[in-house]
Protein backbone atom coordinates (compact mmCIF):
# COMPACT_ATOMS: atom_id res chain seq x y z
CA UNK A 1 0.00 0.00 0.00
CA UNK A 2 1.44 3.26 -1.12
CA UNK A 3 0.80 5.98 1.63
CA UNK A 4 2.30 8.87 0.31
CA UNK A 5 0.30 9.37 -3.18
CA UNK A 6 -3.62 10.61 -3.42
CA UNK A 7 -5.93 7.88 -4.79
CA UNK A 8 -8.41 9.70 -6.93
CA UNK A 9 -11.01 7.06 -5.74
CA UNK A 10 -10.96 5.19 -2.20
CA UNK A 11 -13.58 2.27 -1.85
CA UNK A 12 -14.54 1.52 1.93
CA UNK A 13 -15.96 -1.79 1.84
CA UNK A 14 -14.64 -5.11 0.20
CA UNK A 15 -18.36 -6.86 -0.51
CA UNK A 16 -20.29 -7.14 -3.86
CA UNK A 17 -20.94 -3.56 -3.78
CA UNK A 18 -17.83 -2.41 -3.42
CA UNK A 19 -15.25 -5.14 -5.60
CA UNK A 20 -18.04 -4.40 -8.77
CA UNK A 21 -17.26 -0.95 -8.20
CA UNK A 22 -13.95 -1.83 -8.01
CA UNK A 23 -13.72 -3.89 -11.36
CA UNK A 24 -16.27 -0.98 -12.57
CA UNK A 25 -13.34 1.42 -11.81
CA UNK A 26 -10.85 -0.57 -13.01
CA UNK A 27 -12.23 -0.75 -16.50
CA UNK A 28 -13.17 3.06 -16.51
CA UNK A 29 -9.21 3.31 -15.67
CA UNK A 30 -9.91 5.11 -12.29
CA UNK A 31 -6.68 4.76 -9.77
CA UNK A 32 -8.67 3.29 -6.58
CA UNK A 33 -7.54 1.12 -3.30
CA UNK A 34 -10.55 -1.24 -2.22
CA UNK A 35 -10.20 -1.19 1.91
CA UNK A 36 -12.04 -3.64 3.90
CA UNK A 37 -11.34 -5.67 6.39
CA UNK A 38 -13.50 -8.89 5.20
CA UNK A 39 -12.54 -9.99 2.19
CA UNK A 40 -16.07 -10.34 -0.13
CA UNK A 41 -17.91 -8.81 2.51
CA UNK A 42 -20.42 -11.06 5.05
CA UNK A 43 -21.58 -12.71 1.61
CA UNK A 44 -18.85 -15.09 2.46
CA UNK A 45 -20.86 -16.34 5.65
CA UNK A 46 -23.61 -16.79 3.73
CA UNK A 47 -24.73 -20.87 3.52
CA UNK A 48 -25.80 -20.43 -0.40
CA UNK A 49 -25.81 -18.55 -3.11
CA UNK A 50 -28.72 -19.47 -5.35
CA UNK A 51 -30.48 -16.39 -6.75
CA UNK A 52 -27.69 -14.48 -8.74
CA UNK A 53 -28.06 -14.42 -12.69
CA UNK A 54 -25.42 -16.95 -13.99
CA UNK A 55 -24.73 -18.56 -10.26
CA UNK A 56 -25.83 -21.90 -9.70
CA UNK A 57 -26.16 -22.68 -6.60
CA UNK A 58 -22.09 -21.61 -5.60
CA UNK A 59 -21.20 -21.56 -1.62
CA UNK A 60 -21.31 -17.97 -0.08
CA UNK A 61 -17.28 -18.20 0.98
CA UNK A 62 -16.57 -19.60 -3.04
CA UNK A 63 -18.79 -16.85 -4.32
CA UNK A 64 -16.65 -14.36 -2.35
CA UNK A 65 -13.60 -15.43 -3.44
CA UNK A 66 -14.58 -15.53 -7.04
CA UNK A 67 -15.54 -11.62 -6.26
CA UNK A 68 -12.13 -10.65 -4.95
CA UNK A 69 -9.88 -12.71 -7.51
CA UNK A 70 -12.28 -10.78 -10.48
CA UNK A 71 -11.18 -7.33 -8.90
CA UNK A 72 -7.61 -8.57 -8.22
CA UNK A 73 -7.05 -8.87 -11.65
CA UNK A 74 -7.28 -5.45 -13.21
CA UNK A 75 -4.15 -4.56 -10.46
CA UNK A 76 -5.90 -2.31 -8.30
CA UNK A 77 -4.88 -3.07 -4.38
CA UNK A 78 -7.32 -4.60 -2.16
CA UNK A 79 -5.72 -3.91 1.42
CA UNK A 80 -7.78 -6.39 4.70
CA UNK A 81 -7.72 -3.99 7.03
CA UNK A 82 -9.81 -1.78 9.69
CA UNK A 83 -10.68 1.72 8.57
CA UNK A 84 -10.50 3.86 11.60
CA UNK A 85 -12.19 7.25 10.44
CA UNK A 86 -12.51 9.27 7.35
CA UNK A 87 -12.35 13.21 7.46
CA UNK A 88 -12.19 15.77 4.71
CA UNK A 89 -9.23 17.82 4.23
CA UNK A 90 -7.72 19.96 1.91
CA UNK A 91 -10.18 18.90 -0.88
CA UNK A 92 -10.32 15.43 -0.06
CA UNK A 93 -10.35 12.98 2.02
CA UNK A 94 -7.94 11.32 4.67
CA UNK A 95 -8.81 7.79 5.68
CA UNK A 96 -6.99 6.51 9.02
CA UNK A 97 -6.69 2.76 9.34
CA UNK A 98 -5.84 0.57 12.43
CA UNK A 99 -1.87 1.30 12.83
CA UNK A 100 -2.15 4.90 12.24
CA UNK A 101 -1.24 4.61 8.48
CA UNK A 102 -3.23 6.50 6.12
CA UNK A 103 -4.89 7.06 2.70
CA UNK A 104 -5.49 10.01 0.72
CA UNK A 105 -7.96 10.44 -1.68
CA UNK A 106 -10.42 12.86 -4.11
CA UNK A 107 -12.95 10.62 -3.41
CA UNK A 108 -14.97 8.19 -0.97
CA UNK A 109 -17.45 5.78 -2.26
CA UNK A 110 -18.65 4.07 1.11
CA UNK A 111 -19.68 0.18 0.34
CA UNK A 112 -19.76 -0.58 4.15
CA UNK A 113 -22.58 -2.70 4.18
CA UNK A 114 -24.90 -3.65 7.15
CA UNK A 115 -23.75 -4.91 10.88
CA UNK A 116 -26.33 -7.78 12.39
CA UNK A 117 -28.32 -7.08 15.07
CA UNK A 118 -28.11 -8.15 18.35
CA UNK A 119 -30.86 -9.84 20.45
CA UNK A 120 -30.03 -7.18 23.61
CA UNK A 121 -30.64 -10.32 26.35
CA UNK A 122 -28.56 -10.45 29.22
CA UNK A 123 -25.73 -12.76 29.02
CA UNK A 124 -25.91 -12.53 25.47
CA UNK A 125 -22.33 -11.65 25.17
CA UNK A 126 -21.53 -13.50 27.77
CA UNK A 127 -22.34 -16.48 25.54
CA UNK A 128 -21.14 -15.67 22.76
CA UNK A 129 -18.82 -18.72 21.69
CA UNK A 130 -20.04 -20.58 24.17
CA UNK A 131 -23.58 -21.33 22.45
CA UNK A 132 -24.35 -18.13 20.88
CA UNK A 133 -23.82 -17.45 17.41
CA UNK A 134 -24.84 -14.94 14.37
CA UNK A 135 -23.49 -16.83 11.75
CA UNK A 136 -24.19 -20.46 11.01
CA UNK A 137 -22.02 -21.06 8.47
CA UNK A 138 -18.70 -19.84 10.70
CA UNK A 139 -19.61 -21.89 13.63
CA UNK A 140 -22.62 -24.80 12.20
CA UNK A 141 -19.60 -27.36 12.38
CA UNK A 142 -19.20 -27.39 16.39
CA UNK A 143 -22.75 -28.43 16.42
CA UNK A 144 -23.04 -31.36 15.10
CA UNK A 145 -25.49 -33.97 15.89
CA UNK A 146 -26.42 -31.49 18.25
CA UNK A 147 -29.38 -29.30 19.17
CA UNK A 148 -29.69 -26.04 17.54
CA UNK A 149 -32.11 -22.77 17.64
CA UNK A 150 -32.29 -20.56 14.92
CA UNK A 151 -34.41 -17.14 15.87
CA UNK A 152 -35.83 -14.78 13.26
CA UNK A 153 -38.11 -14.95 9.64
CA UNK A 154 -36.49 -13.61 7.11
CA UNK A 155 -34.23 -15.36 4.32
CA UNK A 156 -30.89 -15.55 6.32
CA UNK A 157 -33.00 -16.95 9.48
CA UNK A 158 -34.31 -19.84 6.97
CA UNK A 159 -31.04 -20.20 4.82
CA UNK A 160 -29.50 -20.91 8.26
CA UNK A 161 -31.74 -23.26 9.16
CA UNK A 162 -31.47 -25.24 5.96
CA UNK A 163 -27.73 -25.59 6.17
CA UNK A 164 -27.80 -26.12 9.91
CA UNK A 165 -30.38 -28.77 9.08
CA UNK A 166 -26.98 -30.70 7.36
CA UNK A 167 -25.31 -30.57 10.52
CA UNK A 168 -26.97 -30.68 13.23
CA UNK A 169 -29.59 -33.63 15.27
CA UNK A 170 -32.54 -31.22 15.64
CA UNK A 171 -33.15 -27.60 14.27
CA UNK A 172 -35.76 -25.04 16.11
CA UNK A 173 -36.97 -21.90 14.02
CA UNK A 174 -38.38 -19.31 16.58
CA UNK A 175 -40.10 -16.30 15.15
CA UNK A 176 -41.97 -13.73 16.88
CA UNK A 177 -44.42 -13.18 13.54
CA UNK A 178 -47.33 -15.51 12.31
CA UNK A 179 -45.47 -16.62 9.46
CA UNK A 180 -42.00 -17.10 7.85
CA UNK A 181 -40.76 -14.38 5.59
CA UNK A 182 -38.78 -16.34 3.55
CA UNK A 183 -38.81 -17.37 -0.04
CA UNK A 184 -41.26 -19.98 -0.75
CA UNK A 185 -38.46 -22.28 -2.18
CA UNK A 186 -36.88 -22.49 1.28
CA UNK A 187 -40.11 -22.24 3.02
CA UNK A 188 -41.21 -25.41 1.14
CA UNK A 189 -38.02 -26.88 1.98
CA UNK A 190 -37.58 -26.44 5.47
CA UNK A 191 -41.56 -27.66 6.18
CA UNK A 192 -40.64 -31.15 4.85
CA UNK A 193 -37.80 -31.38 6.42
CA UNK A 194 -37.85 -33.65 9.19
CA UNK A 195 -35.60 -32.27 11.68
CA UNK A 196 -37.08 -28.70 11.95
CA UNK A 197 -39.35 -27.60 13.72
CA UNK A 198 -41.34 -23.76 13.32
CA UNK A 199 -42.60 -22.09 16.47
CA UNK A 200 -44.41 -19.25 15.35
CA UNK A 201 -45.93 -16.21 17.50
CA UNK A 202 -42.84 -16.60 19.87
CA UNK A 203 -39.89 -14.61 21.55
CA UNK A 204 -36.93 -16.29 23.46
CA UNK A 205 -36.86 -13.66 26.38
CA UNK A 206 -34.29 -15.08 28.21
CA UNK A 207 -30.49 -17.71 28.36
CA UNK A 208 -30.04 -20.31 30.34
CA UNK A 209 -26.64 -22.39 30.91
CA UNK A 210 -23.48 -22.04 33.73
CA UNK A 211 -20.47 -22.39 31.42
CA UNK A 212 -21.96 -22.74 28.20
CA UNK A 213 -25.94 -22.43 26.97
CA UNK A 214 -28.02 -25.24 27.72
CA UNK A 215 -31.56 -23.81 26.73
CA UNK A 216 -33.36 -20.73 26.03
CA UNK A 217 -36.70 -19.47 27.91
CA UNK A 218 -39.83 -19.27 25.76
CA UNK A 219 -42.60 -16.32 26.31
CA UNK A 220 -45.11 -19.51 25.95
CA UNK A 221 -45.11 -22.96 26.06
CA UNK A 222 -43.83 -25.11 23.50
CA UNK A 223 -44.78 -28.37 23.60
CA UNK A 224 -45.84 -27.98 27.15
CA UNK A 225 -42.76 -26.23 28.33
CA UNK A 226 -41.11 -22.39 28.39
CA UNK A 227 -37.95 -24.24 28.23
CA UNK A 228 -36.26 -25.05 24.56
CA UNK A 229 -33.20 -27.03 25.27
CA UNK A 230 -30.89 -26.00 22.55
CA UNK A 231 -26.59 -26.18 22.87
CA UNK A 232 -26.73 -23.74 19.71
CA UNK A 233 -28.51 -20.30 19.27
CA UNK A 234 -28.01 -18.83 15.97
CA UNK A 235 -29.36 -15.13 15.77
CA UNK A 236 -30.85 -14.09 12.21
CA UNK A 237 -32.97 -10.94 12.99
CA UNK A 238 -31.29 -9.05 10.75
CA UNK A 239 -29.11 -6.30 10.15
CA UNK A 240 -28.75 -2.20 10.51
CA UNK A 241 -26.72 -0.01 8.24
CA UNK A 242 -22.94 0.09 8.87
CA UNK A 243 -23.43 4.02 8.75
CA UNK A 244 -20.34 5.69 11.14
CA UNK A 245 -18.28 6.56 8.59
CA UNK A 246 -20.89 8.78 6.90
CA UNK A 247 -22.63 10.15 9.70
CA UNK A 248 -19.00 11.30 10.77
CA UNK A 249 -18.68 12.74 7.04
CA UNK A 250 -22.08 14.55 7.84
CA UNK A 251 -23.84 12.39 4.98
CA UNK A 252 -27.77 12.48 5.20
CA UNK A 253 -29.53 9.71 5.97
CA UNK A 254 -33.36 8.29 6.42
CA UNK A 255 -34.97 7.28 10.34
CA UNK A 256 -33.41 4.17 9.97
CA UNK A 257 -29.71 5.48 9.33
CA UNK A 258 -29.57 4.54 5.95
CA UNK A 259 -27.24 6.82 3.48
CA UNK A 260 -29.80 8.58 1.43
CA UNK A 261 -28.24 8.57 -2.30
CA UNK A 262 -29.27 10.08 -6.06
CA UNK A 263 -29.98 7.88 -8.67
CA UNK A 264 -26.09 8.42 -9.44
CA UNK A 265 -25.24 7.07 -5.90
CA UNK A 266 -24.10 10.55 -4.74
CA UNK A 267 -24.52 11.41 -0.79
CA UNK A 268 -25.49 15.11 0.04
CA UNK A 269 -21.35 15.68 0.22
CA UNK A 270 -19.93 16.22 -2.35
CA UNK A 271 -17.15 13.71 -3.31
CA UNK A 272 -18.71 11.23 -1.71
CA UNK A 273 -20.80 7.89 -3.04
CA UNK A 274 -22.34 5.33 -1.47
CA UNK A 275 -23.32 1.85 -3.01
CA UNK A 276 -25.04 -1.41 -1.53
CA UNK A 277 -26.76 -2.48 1.61
CA UNK A 278 -25.77 0.96 3.82
CA UNK A 279 -28.18 3.19 1.22
CA UNK A 280 -31.90 3.58 0.55
CA UNK A 281 -31.21 3.19 -2.96
CA UNK A 282 -33.11 0.17 -5.14
CA UNK A 283 -35.81 0.68 -2.76
CA UNK A 284 -33.59 -0.81 -0.25
CA UNK A 285 -33.74 -4.68 -1.68
CA UNK A 286 -30.49 -4.90 0.16
CA UNK A 287 -29.64 -8.36 -2.11
CA UNK A 288 -26.30 -9.13 -3.75
CA UNK A 289 -27.47 -8.32 -7.59
CA UNK A 290 -28.23 -4.56 -5.98
CA UNK A 291 -25.35 -4.47 -3.97
CA UNK A 292 -23.18 -5.27 -7.06
CA UNK A 293 -25.39 -2.84 -9.48
CA UNK A 294 -24.92 -0.17 -6.90
CA UNK A 295 -21.75 -0.31 -7.31
CA UNK A 296 -21.32 -0.33 -10.69
CA UNK A 297 -22.91 2.79 -11.27
CA UNK A 298 -20.87 4.84 -8.10
CA UNK A 299 -17.67 3.90 -10.62
CA UNK A 300 -19.31 4.95 -13.48
CA UNK A 301 -20.59 8.14 -11.31
CA UNK A 302 -16.90 8.43 -10.20
CA UNK A 303 -15.65 8.64 -13.62
CA UNK A 304 -17.39 10.93 -14.69
CA UNK A 305 -17.23 13.17 -11.64
CA UNK A 306 -13.32 12.95 -11.89
CA UNK A 307 -13.33 14.09 -15.32
CA UNK A 308 -15.49 17.63 -14.94
CA UNK A 309 -12.94 18.01 -12.44
Known amino acids: MNTDK????????AGPAGLSASIYASRYGVDHIVIGHLPGGQISETHEIDNYPGVDAAGGFEFAESLVAHARKYGAPIENRMVKHIRKEDGGFVVTLDGGASVRSRM??????AKRRVLGLDREGEFLGRGVSYCATCDGFFYRDRIVTVIGGNNSAAGAAAYLSGIASKVHIVYRGKELRAEEHILKSLRNDPKVRIILETNV???????ALTAVKLDRPYEGSDTLPTDGLFIEIGSDPNADFARDLGVATDE???VHV?????????GVFAAGDITDGSDKFRQVVTAAAEGAIAARSIHAALAKE
Open 6 to 13: TYPLAIIG
Open 262 to 270: GSDMSTSVP
Open 205 to 211: VSLVGDD
Open 108 to 113: ILLATG
Open 256 to 258: NGY
